[in-house]
T-cell receptor, first 112, second 114 residues
Framework: GESVGLHLPTLSVQEGDNSIINCAYSNSASDYFIWYKQESGKGPQFIIDIRSNMDKRQGQRVTVLLNKTVKHLSLQIAATQPGDSAVYFC???????????FGGGTRVLVKP | DTGVSQNPRHKITKRGQNVTFRCDPISEHNRLYWYRQTLGQGPEFLTYFQNEAQLEKSRLLSDRFSAERPKGSFSTLEIQRTEQGDSAMYLCASNLGQGATEAFFGQGTRLTVV
């Protein structure tokens, strides 16, 4: 079936370095993509989103890139901080917005 | 706190018992979603409501599971005759409805079936 998945289950990064988290999706009908951050014992927290008519969107220290040709999106975190340590999920939705479909998550560990 | 609220945060129950969880969405949100999340996995969609109407149910939602949103505000998720495989985090989310593609999540209810 249609799915959203991640290439790297765990990413260790030095504090201050940039992080890149990748995600592949297979549902060509998806036109809205979201990155969520989930800390231990908490619910997913919205980070940034992007619509399918865009290829790049920037937020505060985060950038999401979308490549529809290869059905790939990535989350870049600039100057990674200890507070960025968490599991990151990509999720997809359609314009109707009926439900989010999540991938399996990437754990980011920030080393001091 | 004006976010999505879930109760209880943790529930330990014996196999075969029934459990009920509650979700209070953000007040102006029309849509309410239930997800289940197991360790190391992304949340899996269970069901969603538009106001009081339950519009979609996942195949994951067996007949032991029932969800309600009687007045279009808070929702309950009941699991009857719990099994060890039901152990998971149950997440509730809400948004403004059609066209609102983002969802705001609660802290979840961690269920452990022993």
């Amino acid at each position: 079936g249609e799915s959203v998945g991640l290439h790297l289950p765990t990413l260790s990064v030095q504090e201050g370095d940039n992080s890149i988290i990748n995600c592949a999706y297979s549902n060509s009908a998806s036109d809205y993509f979201i990155w969520y951050k989930q800390e231990s014992g908490k619910g997913p927290q919205f980070i940034i989103d992007i619509r399918s008519n865009m290829d790049k969107r920037q937020g505060q220290r985060v950038t999401v890139l979308l490549n529809k040709t290869v059905k790939h999106l990535s989350l870049q975190i600039a100057a990674t901080q200890p507070g960025d340590s968490a599991v990151y999920f990509c999720a997809e939705n359609t314009a109707a917005g009926n439900k989010l479909t999540f991938g399996g998550g990437t754990r980011v560990l920030v080393k001091p | 706190d004006t976010g999505v609220s879930q109760n209880p945060r943790h529930k330990i129950t014996k196999r075969g018992q029934n459990v009920t969880f509650r979700c209070d969405p953000i007040s102006e949100h029309n849509r309410l979603y239930w997800y289940r999340q197991t360790l190391g996995q992304g949340p899996e969609f269970l069901t969603y409501f538009q106001n009081e109407a339950q519009l979609e149910k996942s195949r994951l939602l067996s007949d032991r599971f029932s969800a309600e949103r009687p007045k279009g505000s808070f929702s309950t998720l009941e699991i009857q005759r719990t099994e060890q495989g039901d152990s998971a985090m149950y997440l509730c989310a809400s948004n403004l409805g059609q066209g609102a593609t983002e969802a705001f999540f609660g802290q979840g209810t961690r269920l452990t079936v022993v």
